[in-house]
């Protein structure tokens, strides 16, 4: 009886960790040199459809939301739609954007502008 109680506590415990370890989630950050906002970066071929988002409710008074977008580190890499305050008073977010200029295509970056 009491080795079945230690045989239970024991695979209680490993599921709890099993689960706890299945929690955990990666943050991934991507270091680039600073880019102003506008600057232009020859790609080889246009970005995928956007991805659908749903807005949510702002977090509390002078937040923006900065709708995802696909921006270009190496290849297309979606940023999820967030909520952000301003890094000023008056700055503004410009979205990035993708162009084509004859047989070039740009990728034109976004960020704050002020």
Same mark, same amino acid.
């Given at each position: 009886?009491?080795?079945?109680?230690?045989? !239970?506590?024991?695979?209680?415990?490993?599921?709890?960790?099993? /689960? @706890?370890?299945? &929690?955990?989630?990666?943050?991934?950050?991507?270091?680039?040199? &600073?880019?102003?906002?506008?600057?232009?970066? /020859?790609?080889?071929?246009?970005?995928?459809?956007?991805? /659908?988002?749903?807005? @949510?409710?702002?977090?509390?008074?002078?937040?923006? =939301? #900065?709708?995802?977008?696909?921006? =270009?580190? $190496?290849? =297309? #890499?979606?940023?999820?739609?967030?909520?952000?305050?301003? %890094?000023? %008073? $008056?700055?503004?977010?410009? @979205?990035?954007?993708?162009? @084509?200029? $004859?047989?070039?295509?740009?990728? /034109?970056?976004? $960020?704050? !502008?002020?």
């Amino acid at each position: 009886m009491i080795t079945r109680y230690i045989y !239970k506590c024991a695979l209680a415990l490993v599921a709890v960790a099993l /689960v @706890s370890g299945c &929690a955990h989630r990666e943050r991934v950050v991507y270091r680039e040199p &600073a880019a102003e906002v506008g600057t232009e970066v /020859v790609v080889p071929q246009a970005p995928p459809l956007p991805e /659908v988002e749903t807005m @949510s409710i702002a977090p509390g008074p002078g937040y923006v =939301w #900065v709708p995802g977008a696909w921006n =270009w580190r $190496g290849q =297309w #890499v979606w940023d999820r739609g967030h909520w952000a305050h301003p %890094p000023q %008073p $008056g700055a503004i977010w410009v @979205s990035p954007r993708y162009e @084509s200029h $004859g047989d070039t295509r740009v990728f /034109v970056r976004g $960020g704050w !502008k002020y």
